[in-house]
């Protein structure tokens, strides 16, 4: 897998991230710029984590029980990797659940920290996939917590300006970006 597709991967599945930090943003009556930056970092460290799980529950798989096969199945799987996450995004668009808009005049961190997990779960597939493709975690790593803490920091301000219609088009565009690297790495296994 090539550094387009990686980025591809990482920058779709942060949109997951950027489309509900787009709903919070349409919530707050004013943004609280320290929070803000706290919470960034703090799901960043979540990300990282999550991605660093699926990493090395691969990698020590793969030591304890080395398959011969284990390349081709491995980078199919983790080719579904990517079109399910893409599906996923897809499926929350369509569901497009009725929000009540309100204004919220302080931070509920307990429902800021399961949209955490939740956005997380993904992660640790898509951590899984880099594993599966040998790509460097560091490389993968620092990118990854440049788009969190971009997507969340956007997304929060997107959301504060433009309201929260603006989530099915980042959906729409977080699918497009993960089904794109899909087809071409699946191009990739075939051709090659």
Known sequence: MGWMESLFVIAGSSMNAFSEMVFWGSLLQKINRKQL????IIEAIF????LMVGFFTVDFICRKDPASNETLIGKVFAVTVFFYIGFRLMEKKVRNKYIMEHLITRT???KMFRLIAAVNVYMILIGIA????NEDLASVAIVSLLFSVTCIVAGTYTGYRLGFEQNRKVYTFGAALLWIAGVDV???LLWY
């Open 37 to 40: 930056v706290l919470f960034s």
């Open 130 to 133: 880099f594993r599966l493709f």
């Open 47 to 50: 990300q990282l984590t999550a």
């Open 186 to 188: 699946l191009i990739r």
């Open 108 to 110: 509920e961190w307990k």
